[in-house]
Protein backbone atom coordinates (compact mmCIF):
# COMPACT_ATOMS: atom_id res chain seq x y z
CA UNK A 1 0.00 0.00 0.00
CA UNK A 2 0.74 3.56 -1.00
CA UNK A 3 2.12 5.29 2.61
CA UNK A 4 4.29 8.61 2.69
CA UNK A 5 6.30 9.84 6.14
CA UNK A 6 7.32 12.65 7.35
CA UNK A 7 9.35 12.15 10.19
CA UNK A 8 9.51 15.62 11.59
CA UNK A 9 6.09 16.80 13.53
CA UNK A 10 7.60 20.26 14.23
CA UNK A 11 10.25 22.18 13.09
CA UNK A 12 11.37 25.58 14.34
CA UNK A 13 13.69 28.25 13.08
CA UNK A 14 15.44 31.60 13.45
CA UNK A 15 13.82 33.70 10.52
CA UNK A 16 16.65 33.67 7.41
CA UNK A 17 17.92 30.24 8.03
CA UNK A 18 17.80 27.53 5.64
CA UNK A 19 15.02 24.51 6.51
CA UNK A 20 14.57 21.10 5.06
CA UNK A 21 11.36 19.41 5.33
CA UNK A 22 11.41 15.70 4.75
CA UNK A 23 9.44 13.02 2.41
CA UNK A 24 10.01 9.10 2.35
CA UNK A 25 7.20 7.65 0.35
CA UNK A 26 6.64 3.80 -0.50
CA UNK A 27 4.59 2.64 -3.39
CA UNK A 28 4.65 -0.30 -5.84
CA UNK A 29 3.28 2.14 -9.02
CA UNK A 30 6.09 2.49 -11.68
CA UNK A 31 4.14 5.61 -12.27
CA UNK A 32 3.56 8.19 -9.70
CA UNK A 33 3.12 11.62 -8.33
CA UNK A 34 4.17 13.57 -5.69
CA UNK A 35 3.29 16.70 -4.30
CA UNK A 36 3.64 19.12 -1.74
CA UNK A 37 1.11 21.50 -0.04
CA UNK A 38 1.24 24.29 2.07
CA UNK A 39 -1.20 25.18 4.82
CA UNK A 40 -1.22 28.73 6.79
CA UNK A 41 -2.59 29.63 9.66
CA UNK A 42 -5.50 30.30 7.99
CA UNK A 43 -6.37 26.82 7.06
CA UNK A 44 -6.26 26.52 3.03
CA UNK A 45 -4.49 23.85 1.58
CA UNK A 46 -2.07 25.72 -1.19
CA UNK A 47 -0.08 23.54 -4.52
CA UNK A 48 3.13 23.99 -4.21
CA UNK A 49 4.72 21.64 -7.01
CA UNK A 50 3.50 18.15 -8.64
CA UNK A 51 6.67 16.23 -9.66
CA UNK A 52 6.42 13.14 -11.82
CA UNK A 53 7.92 9.65 -11.17
CA UNK A 54 10.22 10.06 -14.22
CA UNK A 55 10.85 13.25 -13.60
CA UNK A 56 14.08 13.39 -10.98
CA UNK A 57 15.45 16.66 -12.16
CA UNK A 58 15.50 19.12 -9.06
CA UNK A 59 13.41 22.08 -9.31
CA UNK A 60 13.86 25.40 -8.06
CA UNK A 61 11.71 28.08 -7.43
CA UNK A 62 12.62 31.43 -6.02
CA UNK A 63 13.44 30.44 -2.12
CA UNK A 64 12.22 27.13 -2.64
CA UNK A 65 13.66 24.16 -4.11
CA UNK A 66 13.00 20.23 -4.22
CA UNK A 67 15.15 17.31 -4.65
CA UNK A 68 13.42 14.04 -5.58
CA UNK A 69 15.49 10.92 -5.48
CA UNK A 70 14.26 7.85 -6.32
CA UNK A 71 16.71 5.53 -5.12
CA UNK A 72 16.12 6.58 -1.67
CA UNK A 73 12.55 7.47 -2.56
CA UNK A 74 12.68 10.76 -0.69
CA UNK A 75 10.98 14.08 -1.99
CA UNK A 76 12.41 16.55 0.46
CA UNK A 77 11.85 20.27 0.09
CA UNK A 78 13.88 23.02 1.15
CA UNK A 79 13.38 26.62 1.54
CA UNK A 80 15.85 29.22 1.92
CA UNK A 81 16.41 32.04 4.02
CA UNK A 82 13.26 31.15 5.81
CA UNK A 83 10.83 34.15 5.98
CA UNK A 84 8.22 34.31 8.68
CA UNK A 85 5.44 34.00 6.00
CA UNK A 86 6.89 30.75 5.28
CA UNK A 87 5.20 29.46 9.26
CA UNK A 88 2.80 26.84 7.99
CA UNK A 89 2.54 22.78 8.10
CA UNK A 90 3.47 21.42 4.81
CA UNK A 91 2.25 18.33 3.47
CA UNK A 92 4.04 15.77 1.20
CA UNK A 93 1.68 13.59 -0.63
CA UNK A 94 1.49 10.54 -3.73
CA UNK A 95 -1.14 9.72 -6.06
CA UNK A 96 -2.38 6.40 -5.92
CA UNK A 97 -2.52 4.33 -8.71
CA UNK A 98 -5.37 4.22 -10.85
CA UNK A 99 -8.86 3.26 -8.68
CA UNK A 100 -12.33 3.21 -9.62
CA UNK A 101 -13.05 4.92 -13.07
CA UNK A 102 -9.58 5.82 -13.24
CA UNK A 103 -9.44 7.97 -10.21
CA UNK A 104 -6.18 8.82 -8.21
CA UNK A 105 -6.54 9.25 -5.16
CA UNK A 106 -3.83 11.18 -2.55
CA UNK A 107 -2.15 9.71 0.48
CA UNK A 108 -0.64 12.65 2.41
CA UNK A 109 1.75 12.57 5.19
CA UNK A 110 0.70 13.61 8.61
CA UNK A 111 2.56 16.99 8.09
CA UNK A 112 4.91 19.12 9.33
CA UNK A 113 4.59 21.80 11.22
CA UNK A 114 7.20 24.61 10.43
CA UNK A 115 7.46 27.61 12.73
CA UNK A 116 10.22 30.51 11.44
CA UNK A 117 10.09 32.87 14.51
CA UNK A 118 11.79 36.55 13.69
CA UNK B 1 -8.97 28.40 -10.11
CA UNK B 2 -11.21 25.47 -10.31
CA UNK B 3 -14.11 27.17 -8.31
CA UNK B 4 -14.73 24.52 -5.36
CA UNK B 5 -17.32 26.28 -2.81
CA UNK B 6 -17.50 24.19 0.24
CA UNK B 7 -21.07 24.79 2.58
CA UNK B 8 -21.41 25.49 5.31
CA UNK B 9 -18.00 26.92 6.25
CA UNK B 10 -18.45 25.96 10.16
CA UNK B 11 -21.06 23.88 11.62
CA UNK B 12 -21.80 23.07 15.48
CA UNK B 13 -24.22 19.36 15.88
CA UNK B 14 -25.56 18.21 18.62
CA UNK B 15 -24.38 13.80 18.99
CA UNK B 16 -26.92 12.20 16.72
CA UNK B 17 -28.29 14.03 14.32
CA UNK B 18 -27.58 13.87 10.84
CA UNK B 19 -25.23 16.45 9.11
CA UNK B 20 -24.82 16.91 5.19
CA UNK B 21 -21.82 18.90 3.94
CA UNK B 22 -21.80 19.85 0.29
CA UNK B 23 -19.33 20.77 -2.22
CA UNK B 24 -19.90 22.58 -5.19
CA UNK B 25 -18.06 22.75 -8.30
CA UNK B 26 -18.15 24.89 -11.56
CA UNK B 27 -15.38 23.62 -13.87
CA UNK B 28 -17.19 19.73 -14.45
CA UNK B 29 -14.47 17.95 -13.46
CA UNK B 30 -15.32 14.22 -13.05
CA UNK B 31 -13.04 13.25 -9.68
CA UNK B 32 -14.10 14.52 -6.51
CA UNK B 33 -12.98 13.81 -2.76
CA UNK B 34 -14.24 14.50 0.97
CA UNK B 35 -11.09 14.11 3.06
CA UNK B 36 -11.14 14.60 6.89
CA UNK B 37 -8.41 16.13 8.52
CA UNK B 38 -7.26 15.98 12.31
CA UNK B 39 -4.21 16.73 14.14
CA UNK B 40 -1.64 14.18 13.81
CA UNK B 41 -3.29 12.53 10.78
CA UNK B 42 -2.80 15.01 8.25
CA UNK B 43 -5.48 14.30 5.74
CA UNK B 44 -7.56 11.17 5.39
CA UNK B 45 -10.07 10.00 2.62
CA UNK B 46 -13.15 9.16 3.53
CA UNK B 47 -15.28 8.67 0.07
CA UNK B 48 -14.42 9.56 -3.48
CA UNK B 49 -16.69 9.74 -7.10
CA UNK B 50 -15.42 9.34 -10.31
CA UNK B 51 -18.70 10.23 -11.42
CA UNK B 52 -22.52 11.03 -11.65
CA UNK B 53 -23.82 8.06 -9.07
CA UNK B 54 -20.35 6.78 -9.39
CA UNK B 55 -18.72 6.94 -5.45
CA UNK B 56 -16.53 4.44 -3.38
CA UNK B 57 -14.97 4.31 -0.21
CA UNK B 58 -11.81 5.38 1.25
CA UNK B 59 -9.55 4.78 3.94
CA UNK B 60 -12.21 6.47 6.74
CA UNK B 61 -15.62 5.57 5.68
CA UNK B 62 -17.42 4.21 8.51
CA UNK B 63 -19.94 6.39 9.52
CA UNK B 64 -20.26 8.34 6.36
CA UNK B 65 -22.38 8.87 3.17
CA UNK B 66 -22.15 10.26 -0.32
CA UNK B 67 -23.81 10.91 -2.82
CA UNK B 68 -23.30 12.61 -6.56
CA UNK B 69 -26.49 13.18 -8.78
CA UNK B 70 -25.13 16.22 -10.26
CA UNK B 71 -21.40 16.31 -12.11
CA UNK B 72 -20.92 19.78 -9.72
CA UNK B 73 -21.93 18.42 -6.60
CA UNK B 74 -20.76 16.22 -3.97
CA UNK B 75 -22.54 15.89 -0.57
CA UNK B 76 -21.09 14.15 2.73
CA UNK B 77 -23.36 13.02 4.92
CA UNK B 78 -22.73 11.90 8.50
CA UNK B 79 -25.79 9.59 9.16
CA UNK B 80 -25.77 10.03 13.31
CA UNK B 81 -23.02 12.41 14.53
CA UNK B 82 -20.34 11.40 17.28
CA UNK B 83 -17.79 13.47 18.63
CA UNK B 84 -14.97 11.17 16.70
CA UNK B 85 -16.47 13.21 13.67
CA UNK B 86 -14.99 16.75 15.13
CA UNK B 87 -12.52 17.53 12.35
CA UNK B 88 -11.59 19.65 9.69
CA UNK B 89 -13.56 18.41 6.00
CA UNK B 90 -11.92 19.39 2.88
CA UNK B 91 -13.27 18.87 -0.56
CA UNK B 92 -11.15 18.58 -3.43
CA UNK B 93 -11.53 17.95 -7.43
CA UNK B 94 -8.92 16.65 -9.57
CA UNK B 95 -8.31 16.49 -13.30
CA UNK B 96 -7.48 13.51 -15.05
CA UNK B 97 -3.74 12.34 -15.86
CA UNK B 98 -4.07 11.78 -19.75
CA UNK B 99 -6.23 14.94 -20.34
CA UNK B 100 -4.38 17.89 -19.69
CA UNK B 101 -2.52 19.32 -16.26
CA UNK B 102 -2.86 16.92 -13.54
CA UNK B 103 -3.59 18.23 -10.09
CA UNK B 104 -5.68 18.99 -7.05
CA UNK B 105 -7.11 21.87 -6.02
CA UNK B 106 -9.20 21.18 -2.49
CA UNK B 107 -12.24 23.35 -1.10
CA UNK B 108 -11.69 26.18 1.99
CA UNK B 109 -12.60 23.20 4.43
CA UNK B 110 -15.59 23.10 6.58
CA UNK B 111 -15.00 22.76 10.26
CA UNK B 112 -17.45 20.78 12.06
CA UNK B 113 -17.86 20.17 16.07
CA UNK B 114 -20.04 17.67 17.46
CA UNK B 115 -20.91 18.26 20.36
Known amino acids: AQKVTQAQTEISVVEKEDVTLDCVYE???????LFWYKQPPSGELVFLIRRNSFDEQNEISGRYSWNFQKSTSSFNFTITASQVVDSAVYFC???????????????FGKGTKLTVNP | DAGITQSPRHKVTETGTPVTLRCHQT?????MYWYRQDPGHGLRLIHY???????DKGEVSDGYSVSRSKTEDFLLTLESATSSQTSVYFC??????????????FGSGTRLTVV
Open chain 2, 49 to 55: SYGVKDT
Open chain 1, 93 to 107: ALSEGRGQGGSEKLV
Open chain 2, 92 to 105: AISTDRDRGIYGYT
Open chain 1, 27 to 33: TRDTTYY
Open chain 2, 27 to 31: ENHRY
